[in-house]
């Protein structure tokens, strides 16, 4: 017969999905971060388009967890710039400019730096839980 899964096990197991995920979007933030200021490479192109981490439900050690499915391209309209002598102006002197507010972006990373302190959190006290029980049980 198999070990049941314990408790902490499976605290641990949820924490590491949701610290994988908050990796994840931490790597599109940086990113989207990257290329605030990127235009296009030829004239009239469009420039880098902002991407969100699209996240859903797994399950992981019998419990709910959490996963980076894909990413997505933000569907939200480019800015413009009048620019004639840009590269990458079109036939009226316009650039467009990337659809990334790094304020933004810059708040979606704090949110996801503190998900993942959260998710650190848990990791360290299930295992302070485990310690504290083996130091009973050895008594």
């Known amino acids: 017969m198999a070990d049941p899964i314990q408790p902490s096990n499976i ?5 590491t999905s ?3 995920a908050e990796q994840s979007r931490m790597r599109v933030i940086a990113e ?6 990127s235009t296009a490479q030829t004239p009239g192109g469009e420039p880098y ?3 969100i981490p699209v ?3 797994m399950t992981v050690a019998g419990a709910k967890g959490v996963a980076m499915t894909h990413i997505a391209a933000d569907s939200t309209q480019f800015g413009s710039e009048y620019a004639p002598g840009h590269p990458a102006a079109d036939s009226s002197g316009y650039v467009k400019l990337p659809n990334v507010n790094p304020m933004l972006e810059a708040i979606d ?8 302190q959260a998710n650190l959190s848990v990791i360290e006290t ?3 839980m485990d310690t504290a029980t083996l130091s009973i049980i050895q008594k």
């Not at 990373?109 to 993942?116: K, T």
């Open 11 to 15: 605290a641990v197991a949820v924490a």
């Open 18 to 20: 949701g610290l994988k």
């Open 32 to 37: 989207n971060l990257a290329n605030a200021d």
């Open 49 to 51: 388009r902002r991407q």
């Open 55 to 57: 996240f859903a439900p």
């Open 109 to 116: 990373m704090r949110n996801a730096q503190r998900a993942y």
């Open 126 to 128: 299930a295992q302070s």
